[in-house]
């Protein structure tokens, strides 16, 4: 089977099938990664405030 | 927090960007949005290594932990988005030449580069004592960045590469459609954020384990 992306082979609609499957993987990576660092960054906030009143 | 939220729409818009409203480049097809992750996570690598070793020099006038606390986190994340950007490459690889790995000039140089980094944490984690572990860890770190311009800018170059021209080609041109260097130039532009963000985010969970260690 060829897996080259470039194998123009594939038909209009499933090409744009496969970018819009792709865009929301990375989309959903990004939000993951972005929800995490976020929450860790609150915490990190919250510790400190109270390291600071302590 | 408004800034991260704006941090966060900014990057959304880019990948929603990089799929529907720039083109594709000719010859990379598809493949073409990886441009948009790709060199951003390299840039942040150099840069990152860049920041890290300004601290490192740092170091060495002051004799502060916190310098040298700020050298070894800059590397850490320097190393993390080297390898973002080699295993994107890879996949890149594969799907243009169909091998992830071709041991071609810029794959080579950049796998160089992160020995060369990974020895610098190795080093950091097999030195007793703050003081010379601090001290040598610098003095690695600043002969280390000696070779990131040679890897990443001059050997690629030098030889036969299957690697695409880089932004700015041979000639010095900047050959790219607008429409894909605004998308590029905002992507640039954010994982910039990222990377300073992470960096104080790391950098004040070390400064509460500092103070934990040191507490009574």
């Given at each position: 089977m060829n897996t080259m992306l470039h194998d123009l082979s594939r038909t209009a609609g499933q090409r744009v099938i496969?970018?819009?499957?792709?865009?929301?993987?990375?989309?959903?990576?990004?939000?993951?990664?972005?929800?995490?660092?976020?929450?860790?960054?609150?915490?990190?906030?919250?510790?400190?405030?109270?390291?600071?009143?302590? | 927090m408004v800034w991260q939220f704006l941090l966060f729409v900014w990057m959304s818009l880019v990948i929603v960007a990089g799929f529907l409203y720039a083109p594709l480049a000719e010859k990379l097809y598809e493949m073409t949005r990886i441009i948009y992750f790709h060199i951003p996570m390299a840039w942040?690598?150099?840069?990152?290594?860049?920041?890290?070793?300004?601290?490192?020099?740092?170091?060495?006038?002051?004799?502060?932990?916190?310098?040298?606390?700020?050298?070894?986190?800059?590397?850490?994340?320097?190393?993390?988005?080297?390898?973002?950007?080699?295993?994107?490459?890879?996949?890149?690889?594969?799907a243009m030449w169909g091998a992830f790995w071709n041991w071609d000039p810029r794959e080579t140089s950049v796998l160089l580069l992160l020995l060369i980094y990974g020895a610098y944490l190795t080093l950091r984690s097999a030195v007793e004592g703050e003081d010379k572990r601090a001290r040598l860890a610098a003095v690695y770190n600043i002969i280390a960045f000696v070779t990131v311009p040679f890897l990443v800018f001059v050997v690629p170059r030098l030889y036969f590469s299957l690697h695409p021209d880089p932004l700015l080609n041979a000639q010095g041109r900047l050959e790219m459609h607008p429409r894909m260097l605004q998308v590029f130039l905002a992507s640039l532009a954010g994982f910039t954020v990222l990377y300073f963000w992470i960096f104080d985010l790391s950098w004040r969970v070390a400064r509460l384990k500092r103070k934990q260690e040191e507490a009574p």
């Open positions: 496969a970018d819009f499957i792709v865009m929301g993987v990375i989309l959903l990576v990004w939000a993951g990664v972005f929800f995490y660092l976020f929450h860790l960054d609150r915490k990190v906030r919250a510790l400190m405030k109270k390291d600071k009143a302590g | 942040v690598a150099v840069l990152a290594f860049l920041v890290s070793t300004v601290f490192s020099i740092r170091y060495l006038v002051t004799r502060s932990w916190v310098d040298d606390a700020r050298a070894a986190i800059s590397a850490k994340l320097g190393l993390l988005f080297a390898v973002l950007a080699t295993v994107s490459g890879a996949i890149f690889a594969k």
